[in-house]
């Protein structure tokens, strides 16, 4: 059970971030959201009684570049009547041209630090790179062309919604120790027009909105089947909505409960 616990702190990191913005120019508006996170009664998920959990990610931006922050903690009964209490924070730099990444993560459960990851990662102009972990332990990648960091992966995903494709295939690097990076598979539903009063009030009216689905795979797995999937309702302005996180040990739904947008910086 704590593998599994250990498993979803750390894979969450960067699957999901929220950004809004100028649909047409696609300029990212930094904004600060939270979801609330329960467990997902649609799929079984043995050996595991009752979840609960919120989640933070901020968008910052800098002349430079973007900062993405990440908090995630998750209170989760087992069957056995013990609590496991996981807390992951995240923090990462991704410049404006999208060729360069500096990331830390920090995810302790009830209390005792299990993993740490800091490094940072460069793209050539051609999209192949070369990542460097400092930790857990020392370690360099190649990636291939056309790898994208998670900013710039999650401006591509709403750019193909708003040209109503249904989707593609992408190398995917966010700092992650474990798989070192995946190869993500995102599909894209039929747009539909929110209308007055459906879903969070958060939201703007009149926005359209796509059902998205994201299948994560280790870069190097032969047996074809995704390390986790991430589902949700992206917005045209895009903020995110209606979470499903499957692992393969259980599952949970979450709802954006707070959003604040942030001004931009003035810049030459």
């Not at 649909?23 to 998920?45: E, F, H, I």
């Not at 924070?89 to 041209?97: L, M, T």
């Not at 249904?166 to 598979?185: H, P, T, V």
Request: hydrophobic share 40%.
């Amino acid at each position: 059970m704590l593998k599994a616990i250990r498993n979803l702190q750390a894979i969450v990191f960067l699957a999901l971030i929220i950004f809004a913005g100028d649909t047409a120019a696609q300029v990212l508006r930094p904004a600060r959201g939270v979801y609330d996170l329960k467990l997902d009664q649609n799929r079984k998920s043995p050996g595991i009684d009752a979840a609960k959990g919120r989640m933070l990610v901020e968008l910052l931006e800098d002349c430079g570049g973007f900062i993405f922050n990440q908090g995630f903690i998750t209170n989760i009964t087992s069957s056995e009547g013990n609590d496991i209490v996981g807390d992951m924070q995240a923090s990462v730099w991704e410049s404006r041209d999208g060729r360069a990444i500096r990331f830390n993560l920090l995810n302790r459960i009830n209390g005792k630090i299990v993993e740490q990851e800091q490094g940072r990662a460069d793209l050539d102009s051609e999209g192949a790179g070369h990542a460097v972990w400092r930790l857990p332990k020392t370690r360099e990648l190649a990636l291939p062309t056309g790898t994208l960091f998670p900013i710039g992966h999650n401006r591509i995903v709403l750019e193909h919604a708003l040209r109503d494709s249904r989707g593609f295939e992408i190398a995917l690097f966010d700092g992650s120790y474990d798989a070192g990076y995946y190869l993500a598979a995102v599909f894209i539903g039929n747009k539909t027009n929110r209308k007055e009063g459906e879903g969070t009030k958060l939201l703007a009216r009149d926005l359209i909105s796509w059902p998205v689905r994201l299948a994560y795979y280790h870069h190097d797995s032969p047996l074809g089947v995704p390390m986790f999937e991430v589902g949700y309702t992206l917005y045209s302005d895009g903020v995110v909505d209606d979470l499903i996180l499957d692992y393969p040990e259980f599952g949970l739904t979450g709802r954006l409960v707070e959003l604040e947008y942030f001004d931009r910086p003035e810049c030459d």
